[in-house]
Structure formats: C-alpha cells, structure tokens
C-alpha cells in the first residue's frame, strides 16, 4: 500500500500511507504521488465528478451562471477543509479527496431531488445520498480493467460516508462498523464534514441574497452576520452592496474557521492521540466548532431554513423537481423499455441479484446520475406529445 511519499509534518494522530487500511483491490503504489492524491486525482477525472458541475446546490443551474452548483461548492469545501487540516497538521490531500467526492452521489435538484428519490425507493431500501457516493465510487464508475468503480482507499471511503443507518452499516463490513460502535470517523473526515457546513451555510447567504429572496435587514437578526456587517458597515461605510455582501461573507466564514481551529487544537492537546484510531474512539467528534460558536451557527441554520429554504419560490422549484424525479422513476419501473440499452442491462442485471427492489435500485442509479438539465430534457423526451419524433426520442 505505502509509495513512500507522505507529506511532511503530519501529526501522529493524521492518517497516512502508514496507517492506511487499504484498498478493496491490491494495486502496485503509485509513482510521484502518495495514495490520497491519487484517490482524489481518480475523484477528478470521474465521471460523476463532472456532472456536478450541472447539478443544483439550492438554485437549478440554469436559473443564473453566478450560483453555486454541486461541483463549485466542492471545491468550495475542499479549499476550506484543506486550510484547516494543514493547520491542524492533518492529511491534505485526504481532506481534499473526502471534500471533492462527498456529493459525487446527490440526486439532481439537490435535496428535493434527494427526498423525492427515496420516496420512490421507500419499498426498494431508500435512497440516502452518502450511500449513493459511497456506490458511485466503489461500483457504479466503469474506467478500469482490473477492478469496478475507483478503487479509493479506506479513509477516503470512510469519509464519504458520512451518515449510515446501522441497518444498512452492517452491509458494509468494516467500512460501516463504526455506526454500529458508535465511533467516529477519521480526523480528515470529520474536517471536511464541518467545511462543508461552513460553505454551504455561508454560500446559500451569499446566493440568497443575490437571488433576492432574502435580505440584509433580516439578516441583522442572525448575531454572526450581524456583527460581521457592523464591522464593515464601520471600515468602509461606502462600500457598494456587492462588495459589501462580499466583504460580510468573507469575515464570516474566517470566523467560523478560526474558531474551528482553535477549538480543535484544544480538544487535540487534552485527548493526546497518539494514532489515527485515537480519534476513531472517541464517543464524539474531536473536530468542533466552540459553544459559543455552535449557537450561532445553529441559528444561521435556523435563519436559512424558515426564510430561504421554504420561500416561496424555492419551494416551487421543489415541486416542479419532485414531480420530475417521481414520474421518470415510475414511468421506468412500468416499463423498462423505455430506458437506454446500458441502464436496461444494468436494472436487468441487478434484478437476478435482488429481484424486484434490483431493478428499482437500478433505475435510482440512473436517476441519481442525471444533472438538473438532463433529467429535464429526459422528462420532456417521455412525456410532452409534442417531441413524437425520433430525434427527440433519442438521448
């Protein structure tokens, strides 16, 4: 497994090559690369990976070329995650590969897509993002000769998957027996975790507002944002609302991530691990943000949720998204027929193995591929009479 290229400076307690539980798939080490570069260089040149480029973080991707989507906000956390991991002298290149595959496995139109799929799966074994990441990369990739999906390392398997129902974590092995212990995943893994919290909190403010559905008045009622906008309110009373929306922003998630640091650095002294697994033993995650800290984050969250999340606007969005997924989905499970040869081949294939709930969880894997657009244009391919011709027909 080692290749013998290590970063410097780890701390005992960071994962590397040496403490590595491996691959699924002996492979010879890697040349001019340690084993998570080229984990996350796999996640890179994936095909999952591209598609979350059209994929919705809150707002579909053809609303504005300025919002976030799925692949922009991953790179978002991986910058993140990797600031606070090679301060707290963390694997990098581990909290970048967790950071740029945690959502390889959303449905398209983001969690609207997400609960409509498992409302469809409901009798097949549910749809859950994680597990779906967690499947893109160990079986649903077809690039090599010598083994399905990418092959990735345990610890970046084990940061993917970052919610597992204990039912379904003992199906996993020794990947899924810590939801069963109860234990925690690796430091790298739990960084990237609240990275991803810091970015998507922050950039749903930032698109939020951009998008208008929420305003900087209503803000002033969430103490972080509040005290950030003061701030820059006092140095630069000029400023024009771009900038300024910028400038809140900015200091908000430096807030959020120097807290988390030292928080941390904290938490790391008084446990004194000495190995990877220290940590993994713990009853609670090592990586956290300070009391005070988790309060006001915990009301940002709460802000988002009443004021973005259930506008209006974005709530039709949900329904529109909702009605997509389910009829493509049952249109499938009626009559697979109507799928492309390869996905067929796929449901058809795992039919033999699981029956009836194989051909669902087929038909959720080709579903679960699908970026906003495509699932759209897929709709209207099955169900607007007006497309009755082969050239539309055709994907």
Same mark, same amino acid.
Request: charged fraction near 30%; aromatic fraction near 8%; hydrophobic fraction near 35%.
């Given at each position: 497994?080692?290749?013998?290229?290590?970063?410097? %400076?780890?701390?005992?307690?960071?994962?590397?090559?040496?403490?590595?539980?491996?691959?699924?798939?002996?492979?010879?080490?890697?040349?001019?690369?340690?084993?998570?570069?080229?984990?996350?260089?796999?996640?890179?040149?994936?095909?999952?990976?591209?598609?979350?480029?059209?994929?919705?973080?809150?707002?579909?991707?053809?609303?504005?070329?300025?919002?976030?989507?799925?692949?922009?906000?991953?790179?978002?956390?991986?910058?993140?995650?990797?600031?606070?991991?090679?301060?707290?002298?963390?694997?990098?290149?581990?909290?970048?590969?967790?950071?740029?595959?945690?959502?390889?496995?959303?449905?398209?139109?983001?969690?609207?897509?997400?609960?409509?799929?498992?409302?469809?799966?409901?009798?097949?074994?549910?749809?859950?993002?994680?597990?779906?990441?967690?499947?893109?990369?160990?079986?649903?990739?077809?690039?090599?000769?010598?083994?399905?999906?990418?092959?990735?390392?345990?610890?970046?398997?084990?940061?993917?998957?970052?919610?597992?129902?204990?039912?379904?974590?003992?199906?996993?092995?020794?990947?899924?027996?810590?939801?069963?212990?109860?234990?925690?995943?690796?430091?790298?893994?739990?960084?990237?975790?609240?990275?991803?919290?810091?970015?998507?909190? %922050?950039?749903?403010?930032?698109?939020?507002?951009?998008?208008?559905?929420?305003?900087?008045?209503?803000?002033?009622?969430?103490?972080?944002?509040r005290e950030q906008y003061e701030e820059v309110n006092s140095r630069y009373p000029n400023l024009s609302e771009r900038r300024q929306?910028?400038?809140?922003?900015?200091?908000?998630?430096?807030?959020?991530?120097?807290?988390?640091?030292?928080?941390?650095?904290?938490?790391?002294?008084?446990?004194?691990?000495?190995?990877?697994?220290?940590?993994?033993?713990?009853?609670?995650?090592?990586?956290?943000?300070s009391d005070e800290l988790r309060e006001q984050n915990l009301q940002l969250k709460k802000f988002l949720r009443v004021q973005l999340?259930?506008?209006?606007?974005?709530?039709?969005?949900?329904?529109?998204?909702?009605?997509?997924?389910?009829?493509?989905?049952?249109?499938?499970?009626?009559?697979?027929?109507?799928?492309?040869?390869?996905?067929?081949?796929?449901?058809?294939?795992?039919?033999?193995?699981?029956?009836?709930?194989?051909?669902?969880?087929?038909?959720?894997?080709?579903?679960?591929?699908?970026?906003?657009?495509?699932?759209?244009?897929?709709?209207?391919?099955?169900? %607007?009479?007006?497309?009755?011709?082969?050239?539309?027909?055709?994907?």
């Amino acid at each position: 497994m080692q290749s013998g290229y290590d970063p410097g %400076n780890l701390a005992p307690y960071a994962s590397s090559e040496r403490t590595s539980r491996g691959r699924i798939y002996a492979e010879p080490p890697p040349v001019h690369r340690n084993q998570y570069q080229r984990d996350r260089d796999r996640i890179i040149h994936s095909a999952a990976f591209r598609r979350l480029e059209y994929k919705t973080q809150v707002f579909v991707n053809h609303e504005g070329d300025l919002f976030r989507t799925r692949l922009t906000h991953s790179l978002e956390v991986s910058q993140i995650a990797r600031s606070i991991a090679r301060e707290l002298r963390l694997h990098e290149d581990l909290a970048e590969t967790i950071a740029l595959s945690h959502d390889l496995g959303h449905a398209p139109f983001g969690h609207a897509g997400q609960d409509a799929l498992n409302r469809c799966m409901k009798n097949f074994g549910g749809f859950e993002h994680n597990l779906q990441s967690l499947r893109v990369v160990d079986e649903l990739e077809e690039k090599y000769a010598e083994f399905p999906g990418l092959n990735l390392t345990f610890e970046a398997r084990e940061g993917i998957l970052k919610h597992c129902s204990p039912k379904d974590a003992l199906k996993l092995g020794e990947l899924g027996q810590r939801f069963v212990a109860k234990n925690q995943p690796c430091l790298e893994a739990q960084v990237c975790d609240l990275a991803d919290e810091i970015a998507y909190n %922050n950039h749903d403010v930032d698109d939020g507002l951009r998008y208008g559905l929420i305003t900087m008045k209503q803000l002033l009622d969430v103490q972080i944002f509040r005290e950030q906008y003061e701030e820059v309110n006092s140095r630069y009373p000029n400023l024009s609302e771009r900038r300024q929306i910028h400038e809140i922003i900015r200091r908000m998630i430096n807030r959020m991530v120097v807290d988390l640091i030292e928080t941390s650095k904290d938490r790391i002294t008084k446990l004194n691990p000495k190995h990877p697994d220290d940590a993994r033993k713990q009853t609670d995650y090592t990586i956290c943000f300070s009391d005070e800290l988790r309060e006001q984050n915990l009301q940002l969250k709460k802000f988002l949720r009443v004021q973005l999340y259930k506008h209006y606007r974005v709530q039709r969005m949900t329904k529109k998204a909702e009605q997509v997924l389910t009829a493509l989905f049952e249109a499938f499970m009626n009559d697979h027929n109507i799928l492309p040869p390869e996905f067929r081949q796929h449901c058809d294939n795992l039919k033999q193995q699981l029956g009836d709930s194989g051909t669902a969880r087929g038909i959720a894997d080709y579903i679960a591929g699908m970026t906003d657009r495509f699932a759209i244009v897929e709709y209207e391919r099955i169900f %607007n009479p007006r497309q009755l011709s082969f050239a539309n027909l055709i994907p």
